[in-house]
């Protein structure tokens, strides 16, 4: 643990150094880099900025909600939903061999990180991460809309960003963009005009033909898109 670096002082009550001893741990959050490039500076996001940018985007967006959400607890999702990430790792979408046991890989980090704070929040923070994970109530699918909408729209920003790794063609964002469509239809029409535009741009790469149960759209005229640097 991070806090063994420097022990906390003698005397402080058991249940605050836990606590502390939590914040602490997650502190690592912000070095585990995401493959979604920034759009304001020539580096990756990483995870710590992407929940910050979740919170506010739940905050801002809720009134596209297609069912009434609670938005402070949307917004206790989306800090909580990647903390495993200090442990697990981050597994880019696109790459197929990253997202190997990633399930596995996280269900362990929860069971190793939460239980690091007393019992009661252990209890009340894994229950957030299942809850989010599991996408059933209205709060955790609005969560995982601005989840997939946020490196997308980082993608548009940086003309193409993850969209360009081998593994992103048209029907695999498109799987992303329906997790938006979950949460919110008017947010995933917004989400399928980005689409349309990169594939047309060249920032996407069309499926071939017959490989994508019928969403191919070779009459966009695609190029090879140029190298990206983000």
């Given amino acids: 643990m991070l806090i063994d670096r420097n022990p906390l002082p ?3 009550d058991e249940r605050l150094r836990r606590q502390l001893a939590f914040v602490a741990e997650v502190d690592q959050l912000k070095t585990v880099l995401r493959a979604s490039p920034l759009a304001a500076a020539e580096r990756r996001e ?4 992407h929940s910050w940018h979740l919170a506010l985007m739940v905050l801002l967006l809720a009134e596209y909600a297609d069912e009434p959400i609670d938005v402070g607890h949307t917004m206790r999702l989306v800090i909580v939903h990647d903390l495993v990430e200090i442990y697990a790792g981050d597994s880019p ?6 997202v190997v046991g990633q399930r596995e890989r996280e269900e ?3 069971d190793r990180l939460f239980t690091l704070l007393p019992d009661d929040q252990a209890a009340d ?23 997939r909408l946020e490196p997308m729209l980082l993608n548009w920003l940086t003309g193409g960003g993850t969209w360009h790794m081998p593994g992103a063609t048209e029907s695999t964002v498109r799987a992303r963009e329906a997790g938006v469509v979950a949460g919110s239809t008017s947010l995933g029409a917004a989400t399928s005009r980005l689409v349309e535009e990169g594939v047309r741009r060249g920032w996407i790469r069309p499926d071939a033909p017959g490989k994508a149960d019928g969403q191919a759209r070779g009459h966009h005229g695609y190029t090879q898109p140029h190298q990206h640097t983000r």
């Avoid at 979408?93 to 990253?98: L, R």
């Avoid at 923070?125 to 699918?141: K, M, N, Q, S, V």
């Fill in 10 to 12: 003698d005397g402080l």
């Fill in 46 to 49: 990483n995870d710590a900025e």
């Fill in 93 to 98: 979408v696109f790459d197929p061999a990253a």
């Fill in 108 to 110: 362990a980090a929860a």
């Fill in 125 to 147: 923070l894994r229950a957030l991460w299942d809850e989010f994970e599991a996408g059933r109530t209205p709060e955790a699918r609005f969560g995982k809309a601005m989840d």
